[in-house]
């Protein structure tokens, strides 16, 4: 009889030692998402910094192109260097 006590108290052990051993891996598990989740969030936060960053630079640079592309600007730039507008004598016209 105290053999099948015994051989019951030692599968009550080995379960118990499952159980603590099964509890461990999913802590470990847990502890592992939450830091990934963590660095993502970080990671997130900072290229949503650099989108806004390039968003406002793109902006800055479009109004920047739009200046230095505008009729009166390049009217200035070619009197500032010699140019002119043609004369009609100087427009040649190619026909099919």
Known sequence: MPDK???RNTGSYQWLAIMLM??????LAKVWVTVERVDLAYR???????YRDNRELRTKLTIER???????????F???????????????????
């Not at 070619?78 to 099919?96: C, V």
């Open 44 to 50: 997130m936060e900072r290229l949503q910094g650099e």
């Open 5 to 7: 006590k015994k051989e």
């Open 78 to 96: 070619g009197q500032q260097h010699g140019l002119f507008k043609p004369g009609d004598e100087q427009i040649r016209k190619i026909t099919k």
């Open 22 to 27: 099964l509890t461990f891996i999913l802590g």
């Open 66 to 76: 739009n200046n230095l592309m505008s009729p009166y600007r390049l009217r200035e």
